[in-house]
Every structure is written in C-alpha cells, then in structure tokens.
C-alpha cells in the first residue's frame, strides 16, 4: 500500500541527485568549501542533508541549512521530517523569525539566512555546526551573500576556522544556475559538484496584453486569469502553474478564476460521472502552513490543479505534476527608491533569467508550455538580463550594524560576492551614527549592541528601546509585533464588505481618540488582548485573527529579549514627565526621525530627510481626509503607485524632532567613511 511506505522509498530514488550520493557525500567530506549546483527539483534541499546525516555528520553537531525565505525553510523541513519519519522539530526542525520548531534533538535544522545571521553574532565559530549549507545562493539574497562573505572571512583561515571548535565545519554553497565559477573563485577556488539535470523542452509563447507601455498597470492580473482557463479548456491534462506578484492580486486572481471557471467547468461526463474541474490553490510567502501542504499533493482524478504563486516557486519549492506555466512578467521586490529615498515594495518586470527559470518549472518530468502574457516587445525592452542582487538595491543599515557587532571594522572593504554601491554603505554608516548605534569614528556603541539583539528594522528597535529607558515599553511593544507580522486589517474586494470594514476599522481608531493609527495598532493589540473570546471580536472589527495571534507571541518574544538584556547589561535610564500620549509619539520620534514629513499645501506633504519628495497619506490611515488639521507627521513607510503614499502616521509637534533632525545633516559622511577604509 503507498500510503504506508514512507515517501523517500517511492519518489527520493528516482531524483537526480540520488545516485550521485556517495560521491556528494565524499566531496563534502574532502574540502572545506563545495559549491553544488543542479536544476530546480533536483533534489539539493531535500535529500542532500539526509545524506549527510545518514553518512554520520550529525555525530559532531548539528547540519543546519539556509533558505531566504520563510515559507521554503518551513516546508521543506516539513517534508524532511515526513521523509526521515519523525516528529516535525525533534530530529528535522525548523527556525524562523519568532517561530523556532528545534529541541535538543534536532539534528538537522533548516532556517532562514536572517536567523544563521543572528547565532553567528552570538557564536561566531558556529560551534553547534558539523556543516552549514547556504541553499538557494542564487537568489542573491541580502543575508545570503553577507553569510557568504562571512564564512569566507571566517573559515579560509584554517587557523580561525577551528577556534573554538573540536571539529572543522564543512560549508556547502546550493545554487541553481550557472554562476558557479563565480562561487567558487570567491571560496578560494573550491571544487564544484554539478548534478547532471534532466531538463524537457518547454515551448514558450508571448502574448500581447502586456507591452512596454504597461509597466505600471495592473492589467495583467485579468490576463492571467484569462490564459489560464484557455489553457483549462484547451490544452491536454497536466497542472497549471501561475506566477503573480503578491498575496492580494493572488487572491484576487483566484477569486476571478474562482468565478469563471464555476461557469465553464464542473461539466459531468457521461461516461464514468467523474466532475471536470480546476483546483485553484493559492501560494505565498504568509499563507498558513496547513494550506500550503495542499499545495503538493496531486489532485483528484480527472481534476486540473492550478497554483497561483509568488516567486516562491521559481526555485525554492518544486510541485510535481506541472506542466504549463502562465508567467506575468512581474515580481514584487524590495527596491531602494531614489525618487523618495528609502526602500519601497514595487511591483517590477523580471529579467530574462528570471522569466527563464520560471518557464523551466514545466519541464521537469515532461515537455511543457510556457504562456508568457507579455509582448516579445517587452522582454527586450523592459526586461533586463539578470536580476540585481538585494545586497546592490537595498538599505544596508542592519546588516551593517550586524557586521560592526561581529568586530567587521571596515565594512566598505568587506568580502562581498557583488560590491554595494560605496554610496549605500555610506548611507547605512549614517543612519547608525543618527540612532547612536556608532559614534563619529564609526565604532559601534553600548546602544548598538542592545540594537543588534532586536530583530527587527533598526529604526523601530531605536524607539522600543528609548520606550524601554523611559519604563513605557508596553506601549511600544505590541506596536513593533504589530508591525512586525503580516497586516492585520481585513480589506476585503467586494465594495459593499469594504465599506464595513472601513467603518470598523475606522471606529476601532476613534476609540483612540488621539487619531494616530500607530496607537490605534496599540489598542487593536490590548482589546483583542483583553477580549474573552478574542476570535469572534477580530471577526467582528474584520481583523485577521491568526495575524494579530502572532504578534501575540512576536510581542512575547520581544519582551524576552528585552528582559534579558535589561538583566545582562547597563540599560540607559531617562526621566520623563508628560502625559502618556506624548511619551508614547516621542518615543516613536526617536526610531522614525528619518520618516519625518510637514504638510505644505492641501493634502500634500512634504519628507524632510533631505530629499523632499512629495507625498499623499494612504486612505487606509486614519489621517486621510483629515490632512487639513496636520502639520508634522511621522510615518513607518511608504508605498509607491501613481503616487506617493505614506502609511501608519502619526502627528507629531515640530519640538519633539527639532533636535534630531539637525542630526541628519551633521555628520559628515565622509569621516565615517574613512574611517571605514583605514
Ligand atoms: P532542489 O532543491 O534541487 O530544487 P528539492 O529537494 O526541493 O529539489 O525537491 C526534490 C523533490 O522533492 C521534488 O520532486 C519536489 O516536488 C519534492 N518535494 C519537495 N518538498 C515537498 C513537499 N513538501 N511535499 C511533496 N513533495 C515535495
Ligand atoms: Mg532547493
């Protein structure tokens, strides 16, 4: 019976990687360094720590492997644990950011980069580790490649490397593409081991919904919806694979699809009586876990599953049974955006690469077809041909205030894969002197170091921190899980729904009384908090139960930290009298100073962090409409479309910042910076 045998037995000997075993096994063994590379679905995530472990490396230590997104570290150690038949978090476990599934036991850990990061700055020598494998090194990802530089600056030096360590550590470098000359070179030319791949043709068709001129509409999520129930109805069996950008265009899609397929399917056939039908799955990075797992199981007979996904299925998880791909052409990213000056999530054409790999996920088991719903205009004039590391288009202030911590003086001369713009870094410098996490010569502080323990964005762990030293940390506390999880306000698509919500919403905020939405996210936190039955009251006010069930536990977690370096170390102390509101927006002034506007004419406002960009408030902030009465505002971010959007604000007096803002224009950056390079 196949439901009895475990998984490995039936599916993991047919995977390409599996007979290359025992040579995989041998060359981890024989160097300290080894860059792997093989095609998506291959079998590197899944199989080679089952190798390593049943080769005996788990004797010394633990095999911990990265992945840069959250959602890929947990279901693969989901399906580790299934394969290896044990217990999810004993032997297989998992860490993400404020959800760690390991004990004792666990031998075997996949995490996310970010969380790789955070124990190497509590034991640099990862002494825990037999090996470390750093998966999907590809994606180029932020903490990705500042791991790569570190465990080259750490453990090329045979003499380090084995600083407080009874072992050496193994490091395996997983990447799916070709660039692996380039990894190896950077790993002082260590061996590659390429897994033969067994790759189907995939025929590929553009369309022409999406021309150059459409970059910034959103058309093409009718497109999709509509090249997929072409491909429903016409083409032969096998699943469909959609990529789209985020999670609310992907559920729209599926609503869409969800509504006309109900029209053109579910046709009885005469024969054996079976429906005709499409599965439609949604798949992105906040979905619950249980809901994902549904992703891979194959169908039911006679049923077409379709999955809608963000990039996620790109390369780090494989669904089997695909055989046509709907591409896009989009992807959302974390962009630094010189217009406003900060870093802003944008909807963005992929690159030729990119669309590439995409259309590869129809070909593994069989020919496939790849309906790409953008003009061949397109791709050759807004595509480009690679994607730009995150580490080149990102703010670098946290990981440089990572970097300081572990005693990286010059983080300009840094081993990095690809170097950052010198201006970025330079940025990063400055952002720490303004929060006092360096002082001029550029040396990280007492202040720094209690930073670097929050995982969270520096500016929102600056202002936690100035609440901690006044004794008003449960004011900012839940705000900063608040910000922390996925948003918790409902905004359904149905305009009559939305309406509701919005009076909700818009009530829950009154309640305040102070109209500042970062106090209406308090009070959200603490009436839920006090609620009897908590779930009937987020339905009730169209909040998301499971998301604000999370910054439950992140707000735990972060007072645990708190506790545990009030405990361990000198905390500052500061007197304050005034009354709790004002406390609690000045607090919020100090982590937010760079996010400071003034309204200038009408509902336009007007950024004083040098740049002076235009901007509106977001009609999801209780301000909107409200902008006459405003002077000063702070906000935690932005969002770009036609327009210029500032989300969660509060109104703030010109005093409360008029001394941090000279700070921005103070230090010249050019000390720090050569500091940086002596
Ligand atoms: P690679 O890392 O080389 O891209 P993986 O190890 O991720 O390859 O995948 C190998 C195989 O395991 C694929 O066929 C994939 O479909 C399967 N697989 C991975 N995760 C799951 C899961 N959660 N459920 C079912 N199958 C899975
Ligand atoms: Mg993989």
Redo the contacts with the bound molecule.
């Keep these: 019976d196949i439901f009895l045998r475990s998984p490995k037995e039936t599916e993991s000997k047919h995977?390409p990687i599996y007979r290359h075993r025992d040579k995989l096994v041998q060359a981890v063994k024989s160097s300290t360094f080894l860059v792997v590379t093989?095609e998506?679905?291959?079998?590197?995530?899944?199989?080679l720590p089952q190798y390593l472990h049943e080769a005996g490396f788990c004797k010394d230590g633990r095999i911990g492997i990265t992945q840069p997104r959250r959602v890929a570290a947990i279901?693969?150690a989901?399906?580790v644990a299934q394969e290896m038949q044990c217990t999810l978090g004993k032997e297989v476990g998992y860490q993400v950011r404020f959800d760690d599934c390991t004990s004792q036991d666990t031998q075997v850990k996949y995490m996310t980069d970010g969380c790789l990061l955070r124990e190497i700055l509590a034991d640099p020598g990862l002494s825990q580790y037999s090996v470390i494998i750093l998966d999907e090194v590809h994606e180029r990802s932020l903490n990705t490649d500042i791991l790569m530089g570190l465990l080259k600056k750490i453990f090329s030096d045979p003499d380090k490397a084995t600083k407080g360590r009874s072992f050496p550590l193994k490091v395996v470098v997983m990447s799916?593409t070709l660039e692996t000359e380039k990894l190896s070179a950077f790993l002082s030319d260590c061996p590659v081991f390429a897994i033969p791949g067994r790759a189907f043709p995939v025929t590929c068709t553009f369309g022409s919904a999406v021309g150059p001129k459409d970059i910034e509409s959103t058309a093409y999520v009718k497109e999709v919806v509509k090249v997929a129930l072409d491909v429903h109805t016409s083409e032969m069996a096998g699943d469909i694979l959609v990529f789209l950008t985020g999670q609310s265009e992907i559920e729209r899609a599926c609503d869409l699809l969800f509504e006309k397929a109900e029209c053109i399917d579910y046709r009885y056939d005469v024969h054996d009586r079976t429906v005709e039908g499409l599965l439609i799955l949604p798949l992105y990075g906040s979905m619950p876990t249980d809901q994902q797992r549904q992703i891979?199981q194959p169908p039911p007979k006679g049923i077409r599953k379709c999955v809608v996904a963000t990039n996620i299925a790109a390369?780090s998880?494989?669904?089997?049974g695909i055989k046509y791909i709907v591409d896009s052409g989009f992807v959302k990213q974390l962009n630094h955006n010189s217009r406003v000056g900060m870093d802003v999530l944008e909807v963005v054409p992929i690159s030729k690469s990119e669309a590439q790999q995409r259309a590869g996920r129809a070909g593994r088991t069989s020919p496939g077809k790849c309906f790409r719903i953008f003009s061949k205009d397109f791709w050759e004039t807004c595509m480009p041909e690679y994607t730009v590391p995150e580490i080149q288009r990102t703010s670098l202030t946290a990981v440089v205030l990572t970097l300081k911590c572990l005693g990286v003086h010059d983080v300009v001369r840094f081993p990095y894969l690809d170097r950052p713009e010198e201006r970025f870094i330079l940025e990063a410098l400055k952002q720490l002197y303004q929060f006092d996490a360096i002082d001029r010569r550029g040396t990280v502080t007492d202040l720094g170091k209690l930073m670097v323990e929050f995982p969270l964005h520096p500016g929102l762990t600056r202002a936690v921190l100035r609440a901690a030293s006044v004794g008003c940390e449960d004011l900012l506390l839940p705000v900063a899980a608040m910000l922390s999880v996925e948003n918790i306000f409902i905004r359904p698509g149905h305009p009559e729904k939305q309406k509701q919500a919005d009076q909700r919403h818009r009530a829950l905020a009154a309640k305040t009384g102070s109209m500042n939405d970062f106090a209406t996210l308090l009070s959200v936190f603490q009436l839920c908090k006090s609620s009897d039955r908590p779930s009937a009251w987020c339905k009730d006010n169209w909040i998301h139960w499971r998301a604000l069930k999370s910054a439950f536990s992140v707000e735990t977690q972060l007072r645990e930290i708190l506790l545990r370096l009030q405990q361990v170390q000198d905390f500052p102390a500061e007197t304050f009298d005034g009354n709790k509101s004002e406390l609690f927006r000045r607090c919020l002034c100090t982590g937010y100073f760079n996010n400071v506007a003034r309204r200038s004419v009408g509902k336009v406002f007007c950024t004083m962090d040098g740049h002076g960009s235009m901007v509106h408030i977001h009609p999801s902030s209780s301000l909107f409409d409200q902008e006459a009465e405003l002077n000063w505002v702070i906000f935690h971010d932005v969002l770009v479309t036609s327009r210029v959007y500032i989300r969660t604000v509060c109104p703030i007096r010109y005093e409360w910042v008029k001394d941090l803002l000279p700070k921005l224009h103070e230090v010249d950056v050019y000390e720090l910076s050569s500091v940086a390079r002596e």
């Design positions: 995977l093989g998506t679905g291959s079998g590197k995530t899944t199989q279901t693969v989901q399906r799916a891979f390369t998880l494989t669904i089997n």
